[in-house]
């Protein structure tokens, strides 16, 4: 039987609420599986659901949400046209980094997402998503705003790398790099587009 890419994410989706594959099954409130359009040809990738995200079932809400919204419109995107997930679709206690057997658990998510989606774009916010994508050490203070040839998942994407949204919080500096690399990601999506 024929199942769209729609179909395909809510099945995935099913799947995900109801995962108990790794301990932060316990102590979620809700799974947060990703927002977006099936077909969308940019996927955002974060490292896992916040306090509010958690509570909420959706990824980047709150004030979080609001900075990337922000972002997105650096880079002449809008939210509603980019699919956004996470590297770990459970809530990591106190925002703690996940744990590398929680990232290899929730891998199957992350491989349904990309091999269903099929993207010509995915931008990863932070290390974590970085290093899972690119199987290898990733130090974003050298390595952001690199356009790179990738396959994951058999499938083929431009991979740009830049900070986590929430690095804005840590100071002006910092603000101004994120800011700098959604002006400079915008340029690149539409020299290749
Ligand atoms: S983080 Fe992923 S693997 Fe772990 S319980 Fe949640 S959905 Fe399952």
Do not use: W
């Not at 039987?1 to 809700?30: D, F, G, I, P, V």
């Not at 509010?52 to 419109?73: C, I, R, T």
């Not at 690199?146 to 994407?157: H, I, P, Q, W």
């Not at 603000?175 to 002006?183: G, Y």
């Amino acid at each position: 039987m024929h199942m769209s890419k729609e179909e395909k994410l809510r099945q995935l989706e099913a799947e995900a609420k109801a995962c108990k594959r790794c301990r932060l099954h316990k102590t979620r409130t809700n799974v947060v599986f990703g927002s977006g359009p099936a077909d969308a040809e940019i996927m955002l990738l974060g490292e896992g659901p916040g306090f509010m995200e958690d509570k909420s079932g959706a990824p980047f809400v709150g004030a979080a949400g609001k900075n990337l919204d922000s972002l997105l419109q650096t880079a002449g995107l809008k939210r509603e046209d980019v699919y956004i997930t996470n590297i770990v679709l459970c809530r990591p206690p106190q925002n703690r980094d996940p744990l590398p057997d929680e990232i290899e658990s929730c891998k199957c998510f992350l491989e349904g997402h990309i091999s269903v989606i099929k993207p010509k774009f995915i931008i990863t916010l932070g290390r974590v998503a970085a290093r899972t994508l690119l199987g290898r050490y990733v130090t974003m203070g050298r390595e952001h705003g690199k356009l790179l040839d990738c396959t994951y998942a058999g499938t083929d994407f431009k991979l740009y790398l830049t900070y986590h949204p929430a690095a804005a919080l840590y100071g002006a500096e910092a603000k101004q790099r994120l800011q700098a690399d959604f002006k400079k990601l915008g340029q690149r999506i539409k020299s290749i587009r």
